[in-house]
């Protein structure tokens, strides 16, 4: 009953910024990790950026100081502030929330659907 909803995907042009948003509801009981990862056709998906619980933050090393990545906790729902865009950059971007949905259940990997991103003048 997890659902992941994302936003904030499109076109914009090389050195321009993007605010990608990912939403999770329904049956969740804790969140231990918010993240983003990319996958282009023909290459392995990839992890772009991650919060965790603690406040910690983990980021790619090919979006280091470009990517910034939040979480609003109330709403369980995570943000990739995306500046300085690249051609490169573009992908289909896909959000991954690790929780548990009861106190009975282990943690568990959900995916959203993805949101397209092209950078391209």
């Known amino acids: 009953q997890v659902q992941l909803v994302e936003s904030g995907g499109g076109l914009v042009q090389p050195g321009g910024s993007l605010r990608l948003s990912c939403a999770a509801s329904g049956s969740i009981f804790s969140v231990n990790a918010m993240g983003w990862y990319r996958q282009v056709p023909g290459k392995q998906r990839e992890l772009v950026a991650q919060i965790f619980s603690s406040g910690s933050r983990q980021f790619a090393d090919f979006v280091k100081g470009r990517f910034t990545i939040s979480r609003d906790y109330a709403k369980n729902t995570v943000f990739l502030q995306m500046d300085s865009l690249k051609p490169e950059d573009t992908a289909v971007y896909y959000c991954?929330?690790?929780?548990?949905?009861?106190?009975?259940?282990?943690?568990?990997?959900?995916w959203g659907q993805g949101t397209q991103v092209t950078v391209s003048s």
């Open positions: 991954k929330v690790v929780l548990r949905t009861s106190y009975r259940t282990s943690l568990s990997d959900y």
